[in-house]
T-cell receptor, first 115, second 110 residues
Framework: NAGVMQNPRHLVRRRGQEARLRCSPMKGHSHVYWYRQLPEEGLKFMVY????????ESGMPKERFSAEFPKEGPSILRIQQVVRGDSAAYFC?????????????FGEGSWLTVV | SQQGEEDPQALSIQEGENATMNCSYK?????LQWYRQNSGRGLVHLIL?????REKHSGRLRVTLDTSKKSSSLLITASRAADTASYFCATVGNAGKSTFGDGTTLTVKP
């Protein structure tokens, strides 16, 4: 039973390019969360999605960032016109349901470097 | 306001000693979870403790929760060099949304 799968693990983009990060949740999980981690810091919530729905995007920057979780395929976190400050590790997590008693499982992260 | 603030920020101990990390939070929670993160890797779930529980054990790990003080502690007994990692607490509110602190970096010297 594969865990949460993220790709790419490492991504280098020049300023102004687009970054696309993918996340496949664990089998049987329909809830996906994206977090960002800056160096030496904890994880900061960005967005919570279910299939075809954004439930909570209170942590998403208002511009350049978007997320989706289509009916088929992985969840995508998209960052347009990247800037150096976007360099971070982006973690995806999934859970079986929104019940707060459910454990949330994390992927290995995608490290974005903007040069 | 930041939920799940860990204390200390960094902890260095000798192998065999116990390590205690604390976590404080500000608002009501449904449960609290502890995670471990090795450098450059994802988070590994360690323990979930519900708001109506006071203590929980898992192997060499012991977690306590004091909802009146809005605090939790993680104790690692008989530490090993392999326990070297960052440890995060995460408070879980509605809809499973987790809020993390900045973590405690534990170094266990062989």
């Amino acid at each position: 039973n594969a865990g949460v799968m993220q790709n790419p693990r490492h991504l280098v983009r020049r300023r102004g390019q687009e970054a696309r990060l993918r996340c496949s949740p664990m089998k049987g999980h329909s809830h996906v969360y994206w977090y960002r981690q800056l160096p030496e810091e904890g994880l900061k919530f960005m967005v919570y999605l279910q299939k075809e729905n954004i439930i909570d995007e209170s942590g998403m920057p208002k511009e350049r960032f978007s997320a989706e979780f289509p009916k088929e395929g992985p969840s995508i976190l998209r960052i347009q016109q990247v800037v150096r400050g976007d360099s971070a590790a982006y973690f995806c997590a999934s859970s079986r349901a929104a019940d707060s008693g459910n454990t949330i499982y994390f992927g290995e992260g995608s490290w974005l470097t903007v040069v | 306001s930041q939920q799940g603030e860990e204390d200390p920020q960094a902890l260095s101990i000798q192998e065999g000693e116990n390590a205690t990390m604390n976590c404080s939070y500000k608002t009501s929670i449904n449960n609290l979870q502890w995670y471990r993160q090795n450098s450059g890797r994802g988070l590994v779930h360690l323990i979930l403790i519900r708001s109506n529980e006071r203590e929980k054990h898992s192997g060499r790990l012991r977690v306590t929760l004091d909802t009146s003080k809005k605090s939790s502690s993680l104790l690692i007994t008989a530490s090993r060099a392999a326990d070297t990692a960052s440890y995060f607490c995460a408070t879980v509110g509605n809809a499973g949304k987790s809020t993390f602190g900045d973590g405690t970096t534990l170094t266990v010297k062989p």
